[in-house]
């Protein structure tokens, strides 16, 4: 053990450490009736998941900015004022782009994490996102709204790891699974929020709003404190029990829990990424990564990017209001999820929501199945007739998807590793891979099927 660890005050059992917290005569104990305060934790959770709600307004934008951007099939890219119209290809490199951009800033928040601190690194997840939006409100060329986001994306990257493990770090563990959950439903009202935006604002505006959201986020974190366990990792203890103060309220045992949180760290502060092969963390980092692996598989990032087109070819006059339906439903059952997430478990809402995804999947391919006809006059029929099959599916889709496996696999991230593993392997890049292929090949199938040349018909 290094002589760093053994400056460490030793830990004493929770009986012993009560004596020690006596209060004057006259007071209650506060190892035995110290009560802390849930408020403060809630307003901590819910200024970190402004954090979230850019990562939704950032995927949501992609589906109104694709649809102003889109010019019809194999357009050369040209100039309409200060607008720019692309082509189908164009306008999935667009999309791709983010992800190409998460993929390098989760891997940055990692270190960035564990190196400046949980509040500096979600403050500094402002400078990307406003350096991206600028791009896209101001570009004039198709370099400038790529470069725009993949800005956007390294944001996008950097939150998603930052906001559960600050949110997991700040919060008491019988608060974990409902709070933890917030992060996924700020997601899916920022996604609804750029969904509304859509149908009356142009792309150039809605960037400016999103610079606007990032800006209050970076001010809402001035006022929150580091995390503690932040603090004890580096044996400022004097601080952590400030931290905690402010989030648990004065009369609450602090003391107790920055001794808990000491015993958490092991005494092994330092690790390398060989550890991971050991049977203690390569378990859970397998079971982290597959389920995050699945949830990008299963293509929802792909139906909240193209959700206006799928709509349009489904037959609807206002494909963004269909849009906003579908981000109004997945808002309530997140919700759901949320209220729901202690009391009956992951693994059952995990079940649930996979069952219904893979029937709703099986719904939309059968519509684009039957729909899809060598003759224009039958298809556009067909997509009037069996629209009702489309919305459904996308709705059932959309509503099994929040329920599980759009919250849950976030939450077990930052549950089932020790705390020392947190940051580095919630960096693992691999949760983002698998979203690049599936938007890419999801344009190639419509395009093959066609169905974006219907939408300017």
């Known amino acids: 053990m290094s002589s760093k660890l053994n400056t460490r005050p030793a830990y004493r059992p929770a009986t012993e450490r009560t004596s020690l917290l006596r209060a004057p005569e ?94 500096i690194g979600l403050m500094s997840c402002a400078l990307p996102f406003c350096g991206g939006w600028v791009l896209l409100a ?106 905690l103060v402010w989030l648990r309220g004065a009369d609450a045992p602090v003391d107790d829990e920055c001794y808990s949180i000491e015993a958490a760290l092991d005494s092994q502060e330092s690790m390398s990424f060989k550890e991971f092969c050991k049977p203690a963390l390569l378990r859970p980092l397998m079971i982290s990564l597959l389920m995050m692996v699945f949830q990008q598989w299963s293509g929802i990032n792909a139906v909240i990017f193209y959700a206006s087109n799928i709509m349009a070819t489904a037959g609807f006059a206002n494909p963004n209001l269909a849009s906003i339906s579908i981000a109004g439903v997945q808002v309530v059952f997140t919700l759901i999820a949320t209220l729901l997430m ?22 939309m391919g059968a519509y684009y199945q039957h729909v899809t006809k060598d003759d224009p006059t039958e298809t556009k029929h067909l997509e009037k007739k069996f629209s009702a099959l489309a919305i459904t599916a996308m709705l059932l ?8 496996v759009g919250a849950i696999p976030w939450l077990i991230m930052s549950e089932i590793f020790p705390n020392r593993a947190r940051s580095a392997a ?15 090949l999801f344009l190639i199938l419509i395009g093959q099927l066609a169905i974006l040349p219907h939408l300017d018909s």
């Open 138 to 243: 101001y570009g004039e060329s198709i370099a400038m709204l790529y470069a725009g986001r993949i800005l956007i994306g390294l944001g996008v990257g950097m939150v998603s790891l930052m906001v559960p493990v600050y949110i997991a770090e700040v919060v008491t563990s019988d608060m974990r699974g409902t709070l933890g959950a917030v992060n996924q439903l700020s997601i899916t009202i920022g996604v609804l929020i750029a969904y509304a935006l859509g149908t009356v604002l142009s792309y150039k505006w809605m960037a400016i709003i999103g610079i606007a959201l990032s800006a209050v986020h970076v001010v809402g974190m001035l006022f929150l404190p580091e995390t503690p366990r932040w603090y004890m990792a580096r044996e400022r203890r004097s601080e952590a029990k400030a931290s």
């Open 26 to 119: 006259g007071h209650a104990q506060l190892g035995e009736q110290g009560q802390s305060r849930k408020f403060p934790s809630v307003l901590a959770t819910l200024i970190a998941a402004l954090g979230a709600l850019c990562f939704g307004y950032a995927l949501g934008f992609s589906s109104p900015a694709t649809h102003e951007l889109k010019a019809g099939n194999d357009t050369p890219i040209v100039e309409h004022g200060s607008h720019l119209k692309l082509s189908d290809s164009t306008i999935s490199w667009f999309g791709s782009f983010l992800n190409i951009g998460a993929m390098v800033g989760g891997l940055l928040a990692g270190f960035l994490a564990d190196y400046a601190g949980r509040k």
């Open 397 to 404: 889709y959309i509503a099994k998807f929040s329920i599980g």
């Open 426 to 440: 919630s960096g693992m890049p691999l949760v983002v891979a698998g979203a690049i292929i599936v938007y890419s």
């Open 342 to 363: 202690d009391k009956t478990g992951r693994r059952v809402l995990l079940i649930v929501a996979g069952t219904g995804m893979c029937v709703a999947a099986v719904m």
